[in-house]
């Protein structure tokens, strides 16, 4: 409690905000992917008939449930923390993103909720044609959930389609300008990207456990194999994704690509590319920088002598903290490429037909296994971050966003939820850890019903 | 013409009424946990939920999400206003649903998840029901700002209508048990409903007398021109539900004692927005206050009239695939 003496409300107010958020975002990141994962493999199932397949649902189906519950009850602390700690931005706001959340409750929520019972446990009793729509509706519920959120989220960092009516509100004028809003497509992309990649390499991760404790049956090859062709094909897609979002930020917000790039200071003939180095933000520079001469302008501008503005030309009251994003920014970066990397090492252990047998590419992935989650974390620190002093972007100030709440009752919920989650998502994972740290095989006790096992007997 | 503001206001009504009820009786359940004699009992109450309870509990963020759509404002002036209560609503709501996967993954630590389980749902029913009684108490407003204390939430009337709501909803849960089980664990239930729902007749009877005290606004509306029609109709319709409700357990029936709670619920709820009209937060407040502009509504509208009749149909669906008893042979996990 004495830590948090020293905060004022606002800083409270928004480190909870962070943590919850940052804790809810594992969860989605993961079960975006896992639930098109799963919907691939059923319907691999029923199309080949291959058991593999079917043990693979199961065993994934398990570990999704897990997931899914820690998402669920994370996400309606979420639908409460506008409200909560930030009510007048909940207020000014309302108008315009309420609406938008309101329909991924009722087109997303709504839909991953209603099919998941089914998907999870109803399969004997609705059999395999509507099992399998349940499926798909739950992956494609965790699609349209992330397009809403995505949305609300992007209009936040590059509004439009809006009016400020006398009360100050933020009133809709245009709804498909709202949600088509300059940055949307770019951030939408990118995350569900993201969130199938985290989803591939906790996959591959699990997967390359096995195979190093010489358990290389036909599931655990197959799944290896299923999320070494998704690191292939996806991470070059995400960076190109990754790269298109950076201009289009640049194009919006230019003082969170300054911060990203840590640039003090404009180069008006050609930026160079700071690889690494330590942002002063009191001196304004970046100390020990290693830098390439005009390669930023040439990312940025496409062009070596472009000149390219710094935050000098930026009022301070307007910047958003420079390391912070210039850090999160840079690890997003490294683990993208540590992707590419091992996805590149896969497909030439194909070719060569030692996918199974190269130990060190399976030690390489179950070292990355977190890393996604890792990588979205940073990436959404990046954006968010580098939004700062905002909530909504050039418009509304985080500290003018900000419920009449005092310090203490901020500090006091804070440690609470740090207490709980800690504690309680701890556990899951715990638990999620241990469902993966076993081989994926039948289930005996689950696919043999007596009478199968009288058949058996009969026949031997 | 109606307006969009009213239309909303019936909106959230029905999705919160609708949380009440299904989240309702498997709070219910969570509350009744620790009466199961065996651990076999306790599976087979968790069973009878596993498959709808995620479903359940979405309507209490349509109810939420709602709230910030169609009326920011009121939504902006009860977090603050509610705030503990609230948080520790969400807290307790997230014991109680990761127990539902956690205690089928441990044999070890399934106990602790089985106190996570009551002691979440418990609490949860507590808040609710604290943050009902806080509602009705009233909610300052200037500006648009609340205008409270932090602790003004907490009042023994509030914790009344806290204890009803956790009583109310073991009701729920009881009767839900009773058409859902069979054998020992059924005749248990069965045993709790007419105790239950006595104590649940008491508390709706003690917080209905002393609502009219707690603002004059409740008295002029119960006590005065139309509204008497209303003072006498609702205990009259109270009753008549609660004779139901018991020959149902007399005539040892299965689904009439839960369909009676479910009436019995939406009877005081109604009673609830006899109460309110027009206010969204009394005496602050009115629906149209707290309103969107027209342009928020009516986008949100569309897609509430398309969408809520689809939602709708498909969670019955899923009711009816998990319909019928509970087969204690039958492990989902």
Known sequence: ?460 | MLELSTIWAGIIAFAVLTYVILDGFDLGIGILFPFAKTEKDRDVMMNSVTPVWDGNETWLVMGGGGLFAVFPLAYSVVMPALYVPVIIMLLALVFRGVAFEYRWRTVRGRWLWDVAFHGGSTVAALCQGIALGALVQGIPVEGRLYAGGWWDWLTPFSVLTGVALVIGYALLGATWLNMKTTGKIQRQMRSYVRPLMLMTLGLIGLVSLLTPFQDPIYMVRWFSGPGVVFTVLVPALVTAIAWKLDRGITEQRDNQPFVCAIALFVVCFIGIGISFYPYMLPPSLTIAEAAAPDSSLAFALVGAVILLPVILAYTAYTYWVFRGKIDPEENYH
């Open chain 1, 1 to 460: 409690m004495n830590l948090l003496a020293n905060f004022d409300a606002e800083t409270l107010a928004r480190i909870q905000f962070a943590f919850t958020v940052s804790f809810h975002i594992i969860f989605p990141a993961f079960s975006i992917g896992l639930a098109s994962f799963l919907a691939v493999l059923n319907g691999l199932w029923l199309w080949r008939k291959d058991k593999a397949y079917l043990n693979l649902f199961n065993y994934w189906k398990k570990i999704f449930a897990v997931g899914f519950a820690m998402g669920v009850v994370s996400g309606i602390v979420m639908s409460y923390q506008f409200g909560t700690n930030w009510s007048t931005f909940s207020d000014t706001a309302g108008p315009v993103i309420g609406p938008l959340m309101a329909y991924e409750v009722m087109t997303a929520f709504f839909l991953e909720a209603g099919f998941l019972g089914i998907m999870l446990f109803g399969r004997e009793r609705v059999g395999p044609g509507l099992h399998m729509m349940a499926t798909a509706m739950v992956a494609l519920g965790t699609l349209i959930s992330a397009t809403w959120i995505l949305s609300v989220n992007s209009w936040m960092q590059t509004p439009a389609g809006f009016d400020v009516n006398e009360l100050g509100q933020f009133i809709p004028v245009d709804w498909w300008s709202i949600v088509f809003n300059p940055s949307f497509p770019y951030r939408l992309t990118h995350m569900v990207l993201a969130a199938y990649l985290t989803t591939a390499f906790v996959v591959a991760g699990v997967a390359a456990w096995h195979l190093l404790r010489r358990n290389r049956t036909a599931e655990v090859t197959r799944m290896f194999s299923m999320a070494m062709w998704m690191a292939v094909l996806v991470t070059p897609l995400q960076i190109v994704a990754g790269d298109l979002h950076g201009l289009n930020t640049l194009e919006h917000q230019p003082q969170k690509v300054m911060a990203m790039e840590g640039h003090f200071d404009s180069h008006p003939e050609g930026a160079p590319l700071i690889l690494f180095g330590i942002p002063n933000e009191d001196e304004k520079r970046v100390d020990y920088a290693i830098e390439i001469p005009k390669l930023s302008s040439l990312i940025l501008k496409h062009d070596l002598n472009a000149p390219l503005d710094g935050l000098d030309t930026i009022p301070d009251d307007e910047e958003p903290p420079v390391a912070i994003v210039f850090y999160s920014f840079r690890i997003m970066l490294a683990i993208g490429f540590a992707m590419l990397g091992v996805g590149l090492w896969s497909l030439v252990q194909r070719v060569r037909g030692r996918l199974k047998e190269d130990r060190w590419l399976h030690r390489a992935s179950v070292l990355l296994a977190p890393s996604g989650f890792v990588a979205v974390l940073a990436g959404w620190i990046t954006t968010e971050v580098g939004r700062q002093p905002y909530t909504v972007y050039g418009l509304m100030r985080t500290s003018d966003s900000l419920s009449q709440v005092d310090a203490p009752a901020v500090a006091a919920s804070l440690i609470a939820f740090i207490v709980v989650y800690f504690a309680v998502f701890g556990a899951g994972t715990f638990y999620m850890l241990r469902l993966m740290g076993k081989p994926p095989v039948e289930d005996f006790q689950k696919t043999q019903k007596p009478i199968e096992i009288f058949t058996l007997a009969e026949a031997a």
